[in-house]
């Protein structure tokens, strides 16, 4: 009896090890800061095949993956008081004339958390996982999508 008594003691205290293991380990991981977003520039973006739908390896390397992108805020609704999607366009004249620029220059843009209009600045920077992946809106196809962890404002 004693050595089963022993045994379930020792199971238990093996237990508490690697509890406490694994609880300072995620306090350990929690603590380290996420790597910096990549910068992607238009002059990349433009890169892409908008009729093919092929990347060049050097735009690849950005699919899927954590950047912040600098353009201008065209929304996708006429709900003016909350924004929850819209375009990122490069400069402030494809935001208003027709016809819309091509879908390598135009990030179809989601954000996980709608924001107050006012909250929406242009021009902006955008950060989120990009994805190289054609998307049409009323407004024009788009090459790119995003869904945007933060926007915040475009300071010269």
Same mark, same amino acid.
Request: net charge positive; proline share 8%; with cysteine.
């Given at each position: 009896?004693?050595?089963?008594?022993?045994?379930?003691?020792?199971?238990?205290?093996?237990?508490?090890?690697?509890?406490?293991?694994?609880?300072? %380990?995620?306090?350990?991981?929690?603590?380290?800061?996420?790597?910096?977003?990549?910068? +992607?520039?238009?002059?990349?973006?433009?890169?892409?095949? *908008?009729?093919?739908?092929?990347?060049?390896?050097?735009?690849?390397? *950005?699919? @899927?993956?954590?950047?912040?992108?600098? @353009?201008?805020?065209?929304?996708?609704? $006429?709900?003016?008081?909350?924004? $929850?999607?819209?375009?990122? +366009?490069? $400069?402030?004249?494809?935001?208003?004339?027709?016809? =819309?620029?091509? =879908? %390598?220059?135009?990030?179809?843009?989601?954000?996980?958390?709608?924001?107050?209009?006012?909250?929406?600045? %242009?021009?902006?920077?955008?950060?989120?996982?990009?994805?190289?992946?054609?998307? $049409?809106?009323? *407004? @024009?196809?788009? @090459?790119?999508?995003?869904?945007?962890?933060?926007?915040?404002?475009?300071?010269?």
């Amino acid at each position: 009896m004693r050595c089963k008594q022993i045994g379930i003691i020792a199971a238990v205290c093996f237990g508490l090890a690697v509890g406490f293991f694994v609880l300072s %380990n995620q306090e350990k991981s929690a603590k380290i800061p996420s790597k910096p977003p990549v910068e +992607v520039k238009w002059e990349q973006l433009y890169t892409l095949d *908008y009729k093919t739908g092929k990347a060049p390896k050097e735009l690849k390397v *950005y699919d @899927g993956k954590r950047v912040k992108i600098a @353009g201008f805020v065209v929304p996708l609704s $006429d709900n003016y008081s909350v924004v $929850d999607e819209f375009l990122l +366009v490069p $400069d402030a004249q494809s935001c208003i004339h027709v016809p =819309p620029p091509p =879908p %390598n220059m135009i990030v179809q843009s989601k954000l996980a958390t709608p924001l107050s209009s006012d909250k929406v600045f %242009n021009p902006a920077w955008i950060t989120g996982i990009l994805k190289i992946e054609k998307a $049409d809106s009323q *407004y @024009g196809a788009a @090459g790119f999508q995003m869904v945007v962890e933060k926007l915040e404002e475009y300071v010269y």
